[in-house]
């Protein structure tokens, strides 16, 4: 297998970003570290003119991300890791979001091919860019979505596992009658989420009767109003799964306003992290995303591929799992440790191996 810039970076014990430092002799690196990355090189036998040569053809320097949200706390922490990569490689970065228009996503899509940005990682509206033209020599990451073509890379966290253990966790507390709020089903990750719930509630034997599923919009005020709208007409469920974090803050927010109070009146869970200050009082039992991770990942991937300057032969799929934080929003005490997942786990487990 032919080594790359990220294995002569695991050799020397550096990063990236300083492998090409050296190689393309700009900015600094002591004497030390950079007879350290020439002697990883030899021992690999690392060419790295290929680097030299596709540098010369025309590069820009540049990176583009298109996301949902560039406002989104968890997109923003997405760009910033992506950013901070970027500029150690000596790339600049250009940040756009499309919020979920799809004239808005192929504009945005169009407009950095324009700018002629060496690569693009996208946080896209669905799971096909078929219709966008995107050419197979660009460089290109998916984050948070499969590409369902299979044509580039994706970075993603694991959902249907994670999203079962969340549902055995309300069971456990004795809720049997729980209400789903997901986001839009163009995402394969909110498509594997509810893969995993409906698999929990037929494991668990839960009377499919009485479970409901809300599709609260992608907006803060639009999931507030439609939880709100829901409870209204139908009543409180014994416990609720929001599958994201903006479905969770929506909720939240929801409950709020009708002075519902958690976890005396209703039992909640939620798919990502809200609180990132550790104010809310109850603490919330979330699965906890990692989107720094992410970011770090998908511009790895993405710079492998700039250097490759060549088609996706083969497209690589990162999943990262998320880490279960158990709050006090279901009447348990809050546990925050490395023994939680391997606790959900083993309820995982037992859910999956009943099939």
Same mark, same amino acid.
């Given at each position: 297998?032919?080594?790359?810039?990220?294995?002569?970076?695991?050799?020397?014990?550096?990063?990236?970003?300083?492998?090409?430092?050296?190689?393309?002799?700009?900015?600094?690196?002591?004497?030390?570290?950079?007879?350290?990355?020439?002697?990883?090189?030899?021992?690999?036998?690392?060419?790295?003119? &290929?680097?030299?040569?596709?540098?010369?053809?025309?590069?820009?320097?540049?990176?583009?991300?298109?996301?949902?949200?560039?406002?989104?706390?968890?997109?923003?922490?997405?760009?910033?890791?992506?950013?901070?990569?970027?500029?150690?490689?000596?790339?600049?970065?250009?940040?756009?979001?499309?919020?979920?228009?799809?004239?808005?996503?192929?504009?945005?899509?169009?407009?950095?091919?324009?700018?002629?940005?060496?690569?693009?990682?996208?946080?896209?509206?669905?799971?096909?860019?078929?219709?966008?033209?995107?050419?197979?020599?660009?460089?290109?990451?998916?984050?948070?979505?499969?590409?369902?073509?299979?044509?580039?890379?994706?970075?993603?966290?694991?959902?249907?596992?994670?999203?079962?253990?969340?549902?055995?966790?309300?069971?456990?507390?004795?809720?049997?009658?729980?209400?789903?709020?997901?986001?839009?089903?163009?995402?394969? &990750?909110?498509?594997?989420?509810?893969?995993?719930?409906?698999?929990?509630?037929?494991?668990?034997?839960?009377?499919?009767?009485?479970?409901?599923?809300?599709?609260?919009?992608?907006?803060?005020?639009?999931?507030?109003?439609?939880?709100?709208?829901?409870?209204?007409?139908?009543?409180?469920?014994?416990?609720?799964?929001?599958?994201?974090?903006?479905?969770? &803050?929506?909720?939240?927010?929801?409950?709020?306003?009708?002075?519902?109070?958690?976890?005396?009146?209703?039992?909640?869970?939620?798919?990502?992290?809200?609180?990132?200050?550790?104010?809310?009082?109850?603490?919330?039992?979330?699965?906890?995303?990692?989107?720094?991770?992410?970011?770090?990942?998908?511009?790895?991937?993405?710079?492998?591929?700039?250097?490759?300057?060549?088609?996706?032969?083969?497209?690589?799929?990162?999943?990262?799992?998320?880490?279960?934080?158990?709050? &006090?929003?279901?009447?348990?005490?809050?546990?925050?440790?490395?023994?939680?997942?391997?606790?959900?786990?083993?309820?995982?487990?037992?859910?999956?191996?009943?099939?």
């Amino acid at each position: 297998m032919t080594p790359t810039i990220k294995d002569v970076a695991a050799a020397a014990g550096v990063s990236i970003g300083t492998v090409s430092k050296v190689i393309n002799k700009s900015g600094f690196v002591s004497e030390r570290i950079r007879e350290r990355v020439l002697l990883a090189i030899s021992l690999l036998n690392y060419k790295p003119n &290929a680097i030299a040569r596709s540098l010369k053809q025309s590069k820009t320097k540049l990176i583009g991300i298109l996301v949902d949200d560039i406002s989104n706390l968890y997109t923003m922490k997405i760009i910033k890791a992506v950013e901070n990569f970027a500029y150690e490689m000596e790339y600049n970065l250009i940040s756009c979001s499309h919020n979920n228009q799809a004239e808005q996503e192929k504009k945005a899509l169009q407009w950095l091919l324009e700018k002629r940005v060496d690569g693009i990682i996208i946080m896209p509206i669905g799971s096909d860019l078929d219709d966008l033209n995107v050419p197979n020599i660009m460089p290109l990451v998916f984050v948070e979505t499969k590409d369902k073509n299979e044509r580039f890379d994706s970075v993603i966290h694991e959902n249907m596992h994670t999203s079962a253990g969340l549902v055995e966790h309300l069971y456990s507390h004795g809720h049997r009658k729980f209400l789903f709020i997901h986001g839009s089903l163009r995402h394969s &990750a909110e498509k594997e989420k509810l893969v995993g719930i409906r698999q929990a509630i037929s494991n668990l034997k839960l009377d499919i009767d009485e479970q409901n599923f809300l599709d609260a919009g992608t907006t803060l005020d639009s999931i507030a109003a439609s939880v709100r709208n829901y409870l209204k007409h139908e009543g409180l469920p014994q416990g609720i799964y929001a599958t994201n974090h903006l479905a969770l &803050a929506g909720t939240i927010r929801a409950l709020w306003d009708m002075d519902i109070r958690v976890p005396d009146d209703i039992a909640i869970v939620g798919f990502g992290d809200i609180d990132t200050y550790g104010i809310l009082k109850p603490s919330v039992t979330v699965a906890k995303q990692d989107p720094y991770e992410v970011g770090k990942i998908a511009y790895e991937t993405l710079f492998e591929r700039i250097e490759m300057d060549k088609p996706i032969s083969e497209p690589k799929e990162f999943v990262i799992s998320p880490k279960i934080i158990l709050g &006090a929003s279901c009447g348990c005490h809050p546990i925050v440790n490395h023994r939680v997942p391997e606790v959900l786990s083993h309820l995982i487990n037992e859910t999956f191996h009943s099939e």
